[in-house]
């Protein structure tokens, strides 16, 4: 199965800044939705910002609304997650997902049965 590929994880002091990025182009992502998920040790996977490739549509979770910046570059496939003001509680295993259909809140179904990627890793210390 075709999957998105996120790079761009590692760890940083909190306050600090990450950007990851998710490759999609083996996927066709045109009226498509792209997303970054995590998912924190013991904890349940949560929607952190999504993205509708054809359009200006984004979503973000209240926990990363005005911290977090979820862009793409459609000539690069690449969908990025600027995440600034870094907390400890952001620490989790990140994940990018590519779903079909043109409604991409993070709540919304066609995630289930879209394309995961093997996640990046986001550790922020105190």
């Known amino acids: 199965q075709v999957q998105p590929v996120e790079s761009g994880g590692g760890s940083v002091q909190a306050g600090g800044e990450l950007r990851l990025s998710c490759e999609y182009s083996?996927?066709?992502?045109?009226?498509?939705?792209m997303g970054w998920f995590r998912q924190a040790p013991g904890k349940e996977r949560e929607g952190v910002a999504s993205i509708y490739t054809a359009g200006l549509n984004t979503y973000y979770s209240d926990s990363v609304k005005g911290r977090f910046t979820i862009s793409r570059d459609s000539a690069r496939n690449t969908v990025y997650l600027q995440m600034n003001s870094l907390k400890p509680e952001d620490t989790a295993m990140y994940y990018c997902?590519?779903?079909?259909?043109?409604?991409?809140?993070?709540?919304?179904?066609?995630?289930?049965?879209?394309?995961w990627g093997q996640g990046t890793q986001v550790t922020v210390s105190a």
């Open positions: 997902a590519a779903a079909v259909g043109s409604y991409c809140a993070l709540g919304a179904r066609n995630w289930l049965t879209g394309a």
């Open positions: 083996q996927i066709p992502a045109i009226g498509n939705c």
